[in-house]
């Protein structure tokens, strides 16, 4: 399987929204993500990607085999937290369980430490969403504690959990297991 991380293009707008229309991907993310997800969403992430790349924050296509297969970033932080960056990533359901994610993530963890000054990478993951918080853990993450009832989600409260990776920790030791 090859797995490349690529600057945004247009042409990749048809098989994300594809991945993303699926209600199992927008289930544990913010609900800015569109659900239900058109190719005209697609286009307006992209477009989005794209401005803020250019502004430097790291906007990433997941490519599968050559197919556009979902999406991972890391956003900076404002003020004091100019230095802290937020990831977030989702892949289309047909790539699940393949490890395609932690080789994303630990790619662009890798990508935003050599190119950046960012020093800690954090993400917030429902506390029910187990493969997410799985793959942060693949990738070296500390857990860093529960925030309880933080998340209200179509109706419901869920926990989430705060993940950090921090630059210069070692987490290349861990990258194989
Ligand atoms: C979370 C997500 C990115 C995982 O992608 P992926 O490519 O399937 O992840 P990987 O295959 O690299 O690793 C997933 C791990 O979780 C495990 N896992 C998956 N579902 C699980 C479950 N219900 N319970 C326990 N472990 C589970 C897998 O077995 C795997 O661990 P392993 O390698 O030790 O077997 C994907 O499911 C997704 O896009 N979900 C929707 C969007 C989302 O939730 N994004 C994250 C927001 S914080």
Do not use: H
Request: aromatic share 14%.
């Amino acid at each position: 399987m090859d797995i490349r991380l690529e600057k945004w293009s247009f042409a990749f707008a048809k098989p994300i929204a594809e991945g993303a229309k699926d209600a199992r991907v927008s289930r544990f993310l913010r609900d800015s993500f569109p659900y239900p997800y058109t190719e005209e969403d697609a286009l307006a992430f992209i477009r989005f990607a794209c401005a803020e790349s250019a502004r430097g924050d790291y906007y990433r296509a997941i490519v599968v085999d050559g197919t556009a297969a979902g999406a991972v970033a890391v956003t900076r932080g404002k003020d004091v937290f100019q230095k802290s960056g937020e990831l977030g990533y989702w892949l289309s359901p047909a790539y699940w369980g393949r490890g395609v994610m932690t080789a994303a993530v630990r790619a662009a963890c890798a990508d935003v430490f050599a190119g950046t000054d960012i020093v800690r990478i954090y993400a917030e993951p429902f506390a029910v969403n187990t493969a997410s918080c799985k793959v942060l853990e693949k990738c070296g993450f500390a857990r860093e504690g529960v925030k309880q009832k933080s998340v209200y989600k179509r109706g419901k409260f869920f926990d989430s959990v705060m993940y950090a990776l921090i630059k210069g920790s070692g987490y290349e030791d861990r990258s194989g297991q």
